[in-house]
């Protein structure tokens, strides 16, 4: 695998657990990511969705403080951003809506994380 696979690539980070989310920051860093956020809360993932030019991809968590994320990942959509939920529960927490969308069970592998974005990212 590539080093820095995600080079010169902006990654929205929504997650509400900030050791976790510091290091996704740290390690996407190290991949060759920009990291937007991250955020730990719908509120503040729906303002950078709104305030970002541009956002290649984003990694989502389903549960922010007890709120789901569906918002967000709708803003995501209307703009043609690709994501990722990552979630902790078991499949049931999706919204029929969500099934089919790209998900990683955490805890995951970093390097699986990485996979899933690159293969989810534009040309």
């Known amino acids: ?6 080079e010169n690539r902006r990654v929205l980070v929504v997650e509400d657990e900030f050791f976790m989310a510091e290091e996704l920051r740290e390690k996407l860093e190290a991949a060759g990511a920009f990291v937007i956020g991250p955020a730990p809360s719908v509120e503040r993932a729906l303002a950078l969705v709104k305030d970002e030019i541009t956002i ?3 990694l989502l968590d389903v549960n922010l403080g007890g709120k789901v994320s569906y918002t967000v990942a709708e803003a995501l959509i209307v703009r043609s951003v690709p994501f990722i939920f990552t979630s902790g529960y078991d499949d049931s927490i999706f919204a029929e809506h969500y099934a089919l969308m790209p998900r990683c069970q955490k805890p995951a592998e970093f390097s699986t994380i990485v996979a899933e974005l690159v293969s989810i990212l534009p040309e």
């Open 1 to 6: 695998m590539d080093a820095r696979p995600l």
């Open 56 to 58: 290649d991809a984003a």
